[in-house]
């Protein structure tokens, strides 16, 4: 499920904030990932890839409550951890084919 992406108007421009859209994906990739084990990060991790999304601020000038924010940071961490899972799965493709 998608939803649209709020557009601020700052008089004389339009721009739109960090794309919302793209929350809904890392959580709807990880969720099954996760319960098949394919997807195994340990708990240090997690806490590892918290701490590095823990200062996001929406960009501009969107105004979110607390709540709000701490989802969001949630889901960078979910994306950082995604990221990582991909990045390891390249590389070993990689491997493999020079073994090859």
Do not use: W
């Not at 557009?7 to 099954?32: E, K, M, N």
């Not at 806490?47 to 501009?60: D, E, K, L, S, V």
């Not at 960078?76 to 390891?88: N, P």
């Amino acid at each position: 499920m998608s939803y649209p992406v709020p557009v601020l108007d700052t008089g004389s421009q339009r721009h739109r904030p960090y794309p919302i859209i793209s929350f809904d994906t890392a959580s709807s990739l990880a969720a099954p990932c996760q319960a098949r084990g394919i997807i195994r990060d340990s708990p240090e991790a997690k806490r590892t890839a918290m701490r590095q999304a823990a200062g996001y601020r929406p960009a501009g000038n969107m105004v979110i409550d607390e709540e709000m924010r701490l989802a969001m940071v949630k889901q960078q961490a979910m994306g950082i951890l995604l990221k990582r899972f991909f990045d390891k799965a390249i590389e070993a493709g990689r491997e493999v084919l020079k073994a090859g």
